[in-house]
C-alpha cells in the first residue's frame, strides 16, 4: 500500500530527529493531535518499512554505521596522553564519549536481582480471586 502525501511527509520529518510528535507537526497534521497520530504512524507497518528503507539509504549515503561511530568513540575514549599531537583531547570529552559507549551497551541500566521462593497453587490462586470478586456484579 502505497503511502499518502502526509505519512511520506511524516516520514521525511521523523528522520530529522527521530520525534513523532514533531515531525507529524511539520508533515502538516493538527498540533492537537501529533502526537496520538505519530504514535499511530510508527505503528504501521508500511511507515514503519519507508522509514527503514530511509535510514539505510542514508546509511549508505554517508557511510556511517553504528560500527563506525562505535569504533570512533572508542578511539577518542582511549586515546592518551602520550599519543603524540593529536590528544589534545579534554577528559571532558573522553568522559562523553565513554558515557555514549557506555549508554549504547546499556551499562548503565539500574539491575536488582530478586531471591526468594514463591509457591502458589492454582487452588488459592483461584481462592484469591473468588474472594476479589465477592460482591462485585458481572
Known amino acids: 500500500m502505497a503511502l499518502t502525501a502526509k505519512q511520506a511527509a511524516f516520514v521525511q520529518e521523523y528522520l530529522v530527529d527521530l520525534n513523532a510528535t514533531q515531525a507529524a507537526i511539520r508533515a502538516g497534521y493538527s498540533k492537537k493531535t501529533a502526537e496520538k497520530i ?6 504501521k507497518p508500511e511507515i514503519q518499512a519507508a522509514i527503514k528503507e530511509a535510514m539505510d539509504r542514508r546509511e549508505k549515503r ?3 554505521t553504528q560500527d563506525f561511530v562505535l569504533s570512533e568513540l572508542y578511539k577518542i575514549a582511549t586515546q592518551g596522553a602520550d599519543d603524540g599531537p593529536e590528544s589534545s583531547l579534554k577528559y571532558s570529552n573522553k568522559l562523553k564519549a565513554l558515557e ?3 549508554k549504547h551497551m546499556a551499562m548503565f541500566t539500574e539491575r536488582s536481582e530478586v531471591t526468594g521462593t514463591l509457591s502458589l497453587t492454582m487452588e488459592s490462586y483461584l481462592e484469591d480471586l473468588d474472594k476479589q470478586g465477592e460482591g462485585q456484579a458481572f
Open 100 to 102: 555514549l559507549l557506555g
Open 62 to 64: 554517508s557511510n556511517i
Open 38 to 43: 505519530g504514535s499511530e504512524n510508527l505503528k
